[in-house]
């Protein structure tokens, strides 16, 4: 507890732009965002007043940042479970815990207990030998999806192998791998939920995720053209999973829509890429929305502020040309409307420094305005 | 020039809840805001990044300030135009400039400047005896509004005398005063706008603004039953005084409203109280806007989010009785939709310690919720 302003102290481990976004929320609740950063230049270090350096990985580093913090929780899935329960042995408030981290961690045991509560994912199976991936393709096919079991993300540790010379490279860093079935699906959809200690749930409507070379490019809200029962359904399906896996705060269910209905493909267990549309689309933004629910806060109302949003990734870009000054300049000039987030990183190509988000209420038009700002922004492609 | 993130550097003088809401919207934009604070515990030295510790009052701190920030603009009304003018002629780009600034901070100018472009301010004389008082009495009636020329705000420095020995008090503290009319008004509204050095205008549509005892109390978007004819009149005048008096960033206009139309109240070049519902309520905040202003980007889209909009104060209240983090906790449980944003003041009797604001349709169901929540939250309420 903060003594000056008699509110609760949360502290999140991690600096990157979830933790940068979840600080912006925390001042509208008379809050500043405690933040363990690696480095003082991380994203959310640059922003934030309650800065604490230290490494993640350290126990003793975690410990000391856990000191006055009231509730700690994660802008990344790197902390390891051993240490979450231990600092939660020692009477930290750990949300979401390792108990839930462990199945956004964890690739197999999120597979294995999600089809155990009768919920579908993909086929599967571990895989450390190319006999055992050649098995896998024998009853589903090529091509296969090879994973890693933990730390993979934005399309790292995936290789989609047409083949088993292909799985070679994969195979050969010698640990096990997730083997999956590639799925025959229409597109890609997220469902993202929060939850808090005492049970309560909020879900925002169900989203596109436009994926490219393995990256969220774009995301549409609600997902055009939806069924309202797959919706509903793939809703359901969300707040079942952060009450059966008793995760505190926000988990986005990443789905395969197909023929068939949805396959459970990832999850993650703090505000996500899928819902930054949230922060004007949104009555409650998911950074809000998350804090309310580690402090165990009532939830916010999550109903839309504009029939269509659209949020597209700025995926940088571009090093040469004008500068992201001038780009954000012309940005404007054009785009009035474009709601521009970006996370104080330098421009390399391919890496996400910030969003872009339009509301409207044609969702093909804020489709296209929210690309072609995003893509301006990232200096790839020629101002219009 | 951060030579990190390639965006220029804004340096704010002042670290009340303005600074703090205004390093809000810096953060998206990529920014983070530099910011001038007496105190370490001053609302927006409590989030940002980037504080200077110093007293806007010595021209030495607001040198050592300004070295690195690329324009430097202005929490409240504090700074000495001397000072301004003398980092201007330094170098610094000062945004609003002292020769708008006067206009907010000297009412006797502002007066004169605004009846010289032939707009209407209710009748007014600078008076220093009670001879004078009362000779503007006679022509002007009882009772009769003194306020001191420079540095009143919030009701603070304004006496409402209803008679000659009522006025005493107030002449007692020889400095010369302004007299003016007690006006028949209706309402106050407010013509917010913004301003670019390159000479773009955006204005939010015309608020009512409901005063208690001087003080802003609730902020109504739009203001209800405005014909258009004066709505688009007042937002006209607010343009016309930011281009004539040369503003860059916000300017906020106070107006009372009478029977033959509006006349002007007071002035602010900074964010303002009566545009704090743009927040959620409006395409782009006057933060992100004065921002935007103040570095020379094209302006954002000023459309309204919701057709109704009302913002409440959160005027702290009691400091017995549950404490804000129980309040807090109460009002989302009863009004999930309502936005708090709190300024990390301590509770003292009639302090401004943060805001509500509710979005829908309809204006007295908005205002209801809002002044209710804030009333909640100020303890100045029982539970519903």
């Given amino acids: 507890m903060d003594r000056r302003s008699g509110l609760p102290v949360v502290g999140m481990v991690g600096a990157g732009q979830l933790a940068r976004m979840t600080h912006q929320a925390a001042i509208g609740l008379g809050q500043s965002l405690r933040i363990l950063a690696a480095d003082a230049d991380e994203s959310a270090a640059l922003v934030g007043a309650d ?5 993640h990985t350290s126990y003793a580093d975690l410990q000391r940042f856990a000191e006055g913090c009231d509730v700690l929780t994660w802008d990344h899935e790197h902390v390891a479970r051993e240490h979450i329960r231990r600092l939660a042995a020692e009477g930290r408030t750990t949300l979401p815990g390792a108990d839930a981290l462990c199945f956004a961690q964890d690739k197999l045991r999120m597979r294995e207990r999600v089809e155990s509560l ?7 199976a571990a895989v450390s030998t190319a006999e055992e991936v ?29 083949d ?3 799985a070679e490279p994969a195979l050969r860093r010698g640990i096990p791998l997730l083997a999956e079935e590639h799925v025959a699906m229409t597109r890609e959809l997220a469902a993202v939920v929060a939850r808090s200690p005492y049970g309560q749930v909020a879900v925002w409507p169900v989203v596109e995720t436009v994926q490219r070379d393995g990256i969220c490019v774009e995301v549409l809200a609600p997902a055009p053209g939806l069924e309202e029962a797959t919706a509903l359904a793939a809703q359901r399906l969300a707040i079942r999973l952060a009450t059966e896996l008793d995760v505190v705060g926000v988990l986005a269910v990443e789905l ?27 009555r409650t933004s998911q950074f809000e929305q998350h804090l309310r629910a580690v402090l165990d806060y009532p939830l916010g109302d999550t109903r839309m502020t504009a029939p269509a949003v659209a949020m597209a990734n700025v995926l940088g870009g571009r ?3 004008p500068g992201i000054d001038e780009r954000l300049h012309h940005l404007m000039a054009r785009w009035p409307g474009a709601k521009v987030h970006l996370y104080g990183k330098q421009v ?16 093909d038009e804020v489709r296209a305005t929210a690309s072609a700002a ?7 492609r020629a101002a219009p």
């Fill in 348 to 363: 390399r190509p391919g890496r996400k420094i910030g969003h872009v988000t339009v509301l409207g209420v044609d969702a």
């Fill in 134 to 162: 050649g098995s896998f393709a024998d009853k589903h096919g090529w091509p296969v999806v090879l994973k890693v079991i933990t730390g993979g993300y934005d399309g790292r540790g995936v290789w989609v192998v047409p």
């Fill in 164 to 166: 088993l010379a292909a």
């Fill in 374 to 380: 995003a893509a301006h922004l990232a200096g790839t």
């Fill in 256 to 282: 395969f829509a197909t023929g068939d209905g949805v396959l459970v493909n990832e999850l993650a267990m703090r505000p996500h890429n899928s819902a930054h549309w949230t922060i004007e689309g949104s």
């Fill in 319 to 321: 090093e040469d040309g």
């Fill in 118 to 124: 009768g919920i579908a994912v993909p086929q599967w």
């Fill in 51 to 55: 800065v604490v350096l230290g490494d």
